[in-house]
């Protein structure tokens, strides 16, 4: 479990990274990648994110877990599923509003798909860090190594 642990702490800090990283590329900055790209209001979206995983991911997580749901597939439907509530919940007025048109309110919930694909590669980091050939995990489908 002290990789699970591990995982729900350090995911937050290395999804900021790949996004400062993947920032950094598609301006084709050409300075090197330094402290500076993380620090500012990356540490406020890493406060956030954990505030989310705290109260979204970890129940779905422990209800996954419970099931016996620990597959791959599994953990990306987690990490979307918590990508699409948190890019929804500041929506919600706009979501329910009944004198906006429909398509009004699809186009914003769909504008906000990044945080889909952010949650989701999320989910696919938490399994591959915790859940991928952790012994604790060995009797579960999903989670068996090739040896």
């Given amino acids: 479990m002290r ?41 406020a979206y890493v406060l956030l994110t954990y505030l989310i995983m705290g109260c979204i991911s970890v129940p779905m997580l422990l209800l996954a877990l419970w099931r016996n ?18 890019a929804t919940l500041p929506l919600w007025h706009v979501l329910i509003d009944e004198r906006l048109h429909l398509h009004f309110r699809l186009h914003r919930a769909l504008e906000n798909y990044p945080f889909v694909v952010f949650g989701a590669l999320a989910g696919e980091l938490f399994w591959l860090l915790a859940i991928y050939r952790n012994p604790t995990f060995r009797q579960l489908p999903g989670t068996e190594s090739a040896a």
């Fill in 3 to 43: 990789r699970v642990a591990l995982a729900l702490l350090g995911l937050p800090l290395l999804l900021l990274a790949l996004l400062a990283l993947a920032l950094r590329i598609l301006e084709q900055a050409p300075e090197p990648f330094t402290y500076n790209d993380l620090a500012g209001p990356g540490i």
């Fill in 69 to 86: 749901w620990s597959s791959l597939w599994h953990m990306l439907f987690i990490g979307a599923a918590t990508g699409l509530f948190a």
